[in-house]
């Protein structure tokens, strides 16, 4: 089949119908920077609160199951969201969709900073969240529909080093707010990126808007955000709750009904569809969202290992630990940009194969080096490989999904895309956190001989709680503190054969299934209708392009 199954149609009200003329280079750099800088105040939010958890708790005296929500909240809004409101931006227009989301994100922020009760933050983390879900997908969808061809891979490289790193990046600088300041200036940093990116915004980003022959999905977008909101609460509390509790099986069931209800609808459309599902018969949409899926998974994972050996291990602070994730984030940032050149010499499908092999060699080099002793050194080899190796992976896997679909699309297709990356993350923490602190308890359980049972019973529910625990373990303090830093690398080595053995299915799956060569998208199709246009540009009113057709390119 092919890659593209919908009927292409012309673009109204884009670059040029208002006499703005094609970007040229210098403006596209621009669009390219607006577009990162909103991109990084959301990515930031996403991580931002993490560190500041103990200050969370006793500002509104809240329980740690509220404070996990407080956090979790944002995201689910987000990935819930994601398709309708990207899908929407195509057709009311990518720059109002952007100044909106714009808007309400900054505003949100703001009440989140000045918020004075758990329900007043609550609603703001709600609302940030739903403009967030706004201004991701419509980034990465400006970016398709203005860059050309040659170009994209490229701007696509820098977006998704902003989107890998810039979790790192937001959560070092949010750090350091904690320790200078207090936790409610970490919402000063989005709200400034925000007023940054409207300005640029403003001036810079065009305008642009797609004409569908048919009306929106509303059946799709109410099954997909049920869906969403079902599976990734399964993820979100089953570690803590339990994967048996009535309130996780519930949401289990209720988001696989969703789930196998949305695409069934969207099989029953088929091209009037919110997201046609029968892109996923092609090698580059599936290859793609699955690569996505395993490398943020894994990525996030890393994160629950790291911090804690960092604090609880070595005994440093959240600023430090974040400065210690740096050298990933900063290779993980340059190599995003490096993968189109490496992609245009080698393929799309090697390249991504080769950034999962590296990911998956990193993983190893962690499960086999790391160590009390060895401290950061036994665990910086890893951490440059997986760095490496995603920056290499996540690039072409985001331009195999957005090449998929045509142009009057591309707000789905970086929905698509997004709520792929925000899956993984759930499914990385719940998994990789549940293998973590099953090794844990497991290898601790036989090291505490001789230890008070109460401090015993402390320790067996993290390394955190342990080393608070030694303070009333009286001479037993030493030996409970070494008991549970080694019951902790016994965890983290169980977890990263895990994370090893998923990077090598993965491989071997990019190896037989991956993409075997760029698909053309609707840009890259001059027809005798649209002008030469590296971005969006007038189409007669008169009428829509042809439809694509064509073999599958994959």
């Given amino acids: 089949m092919s890659t593209n199954p919908f009927p292409q149609v012309g673009a109204v009200d884009p670059v040029g119908a208002t006499g703005e003329g094609v970007p040229d280079a210098r403006r596209r750099r621009t669009i390219l920077v607006a577009v990162c800088v909103a991109l990084m105040a959301v990515i930031a939010s996403v991580s931002g609160l993490n560190v500041a958890q103990p200050d969370l708790a006793v500002a509104f005296g809240a329980s740690q199951s509220t404070i996990l929500w407080i956090i979790n909240i944002y995201t689910l809004t987000l990935a819930a969201l994601l398709l309708p409101l990207g899908s929407l931006g195509d057709r009311v227009g990518r720059k109002p969709m952007l100044l909106t989301g714009l808007a309400v994100f900054g505003a949100a922020s703001a009440a989140a900073g000045l918020a004075p009760s758990t329900e007043v933050m609550l609603a703001a983390r709600v609302l940030s969240g739903v403009g967030a879900a706004i201004i991701m997908p419509i980034t990465l969808a400006v970016i398709t529909s203005t860059f050309p061809p040659e170009e994209r891979g490229r701007a696509i490289g820098v977006w998704t080093g902003v989107a890998g790193g810039g979790g790192i990046v937001g959560m070092f600088l949010s750090a350091a707010l904690v320790d200078l300041a207090s936790w409610r200036w970490l919402f000063v940093l989005p709200v400034v990126l925000v007023v940054v990116a409207l300005v640029m915004a403003l001036r810079f980003v065009p305008h642009s808007r797609e004409r569908s022959g048919h009306s929106f999905d509303t059946v799709g977008a109410l099954t997909s955000i049920v869906a969403v909101v079902g599976l990734i609460l399964v993820l979100q509390d089953g570690p803590e709750r339990g994967w048996t509790a009535p309130a996780t099986l519930l949401a289990l069931a209720v988001g696989v009904v969703a789930a196998t209800a949305f695409v069934a609808w969207q099989l029953r459309l088929r091209d009037a569809a919110l997201l046609d599902v029968r ?24 994160f ?27 290779l993980m940032m340059l190599t995003s940009g490096l993968a189109p050149k490496l992609a245009a010499r080698i393929g799309g499908r090697s390249t991504m194969a080769a950034g999962v092999f590296l990911a998956g060699a990193g993983l190893a080099l962690m499960a086999a080096l790391v160590s009390v002793s060895g401290g950061y050194l036994s665990v910086l080899p890893g951490m440059l490989a997986m760095g490496i190796g995603m920056g290499l992976s996540m690039t072409p896997s985001t331009e195999a999904i957005t090449s998929a679909l045509p142009r009057e699309r591309q707000g789905v297709a970086s929905a698509l895309n997004d709520v792929t990356r925000e899956f993984g993350t759930a499914l990385g923490v719940a998994l990789l956190g549940a293998l973590l602190s099953a ?113 599958d390119p994959a």
């Fill in 304 to 330: 629950v290992v790291l911090f804690p050996f960092f604090q609880a291990v070595l005994g440093w602070s959240g600023l430090l630990s974040t400065v210690a994730l740096m050298p990933m984030a900063v």
């Fill in 439 to 551: 090794g844990y308890r497991h290898a601790i359980d036989g090291r505490l001989d001789g230890v008070p049972r109460g401090s015993a019973a402390t320790a067996r529910e993290g390394v955190a709680n342990a080393v608070e625990a030694a303070n009333g373990a009286g001479t037993h303090a030493h030996e409970l503190v070494d008991a549970a830093q080694r019951s902790f690398v016994d965890g983290w080595q169980r977890a990263m054969w895990a994370g090893v053995a998923v990077m090598a299915a993965l491989f071997l799956y990019l190896l037989a299934r991956g993409p075997l060569r760029p698909a053309p998208t609707s840009t890259d199709r001059p027809t005798p209708a649209e002008p030469v246009s590296p971005a969006a540009v007038p189409v007669s009113p008169a009428g829509a392009l042809p439809p694509s057709g064509g073999p």
């Fill in 279 to 302: 892109l996923f018969r092609a090698r580059g949409p599936a290859a793609g969202s699955i690569t996505l899926l395993a490398v943020f998974g894994v990525q996030a994972g890393i």
